[in-house]
Nanobody, 115 residues
């Protein structure tokens, strides 16, 4: 059974930092593409960043200079390091993995950035 568990969310002030983690069981993250999405209540879920099998990373324009996505194969974890956080970064962050032709989602972790 595949399971994705996000962690690391919390409350932080504007300009602060958080690191989110997505830890997988049942699949190896290095064999798929891992994405981070975020969603604000009442809005559509939006894509934030991804890391591909070969390690290539891609970012949404407004986070490119502030967020870093990385993968720790030994821990089977993908991290999203977020710096210089802004109130607009507030939302629930979800890990999504495309692996073996299937799509898997975690339960989300909440990030709140206070002004």
């Amino acid at each position: 059974q595949v399971q994705l568990v996000e962690s690391g969310g919390g409350l932080v002030q504007t300009g602060g930092s958080l690191t989110l983690s997505c830890t997988a069981s049942g699949i190896g993250l290095s064999g798929g593409v891992t994405h981070w999405y975020r969603q604000v209540l009442g809005h559509q879920r939006e894509w934030v960043a991804q890391i591909e099998r070969g390690g290539t990373t891609i970012y949404k324009d407004d986070v490119r200079d502030r967020f870093t996505i990385s993968r720790d194969n030994a821990k089977n974890t993908v991290n999203l390091q977020m710096k210089n956080l802004k109130p607009d970064d507030t939302g629930t962050y979800y890990c999504n993995v495309q692996w073996g032709g299937r799509n898997y989602w975690g339960q989300g972790t909440r990030v709140t950035v206070s002004s």
